[in-house]
């Protein structure tokens, strides 16, 4: 069992910088993919990023490659998203998922989800 707890999320100009954090529970965590979805309002859930249980690979959807970096800490049982050069379009409300294979974090979600945190991007 992993329990999930979102935090960073916030008001940001667009243009600007924030910097999401997942922290998982469990003594599990460093064998769990991970990845972070977005919903933005009124839209479906779309997948954004995922990381391997050792952070070895890496992927991205094409909306936020080259401006959105996945990372993890083990030792800390957290995985981060930094995302810069935000646009009023990546407004949504942001989810880390966790499961035992990237495969399905990257086509159908994951097993565990946060409850979310909320970003907001002005222009």
């Known amino acids: 069992q992993v329990q999930l707890v979102e935090s960073g999320g916030g008001l940001v100009q667009a243009g600007g910088s924030l910097r999401l954090s997942c922290a998982a529970s469990?003594?599990?965590?460093?064998?769990?993919?991970m990845g972070w979805f977005r919903q933005p309002p009124g839209k479906e859930r779309e997948f954004l990023s995922a990381?391997?249980?050792?952070?070895?690979?890496?992927y991205y959807a094409d909306s936020v490659k080259g401006r959105f970096t996945i990372s993890r800490d083990n030792a800390k049982n957290t995985v981060y998203l930094q995302m810069n050069s935000l646009k009023p379009e990546d407004t949504a409300v942001y989810y880390c998922?966790?499961?035992?294979?990237?495969?399905?974090?990257?086509?159908?979600?994951?097993?565990?989800w946060g409850q979310g945190t909320q970003v907001t991007v002005s222009s």
């Open positions: 990381i391997t249980w050792s952070g070895g690979s890496t």
């Open positions: 469990g003594r599990t965590f460093s064998s769990y993919a």
């Open positions: 998922a966790a499961d035992q294979f990237i495969a399905t974090i990257r086509w159908a979600g994951g097993d565990y």
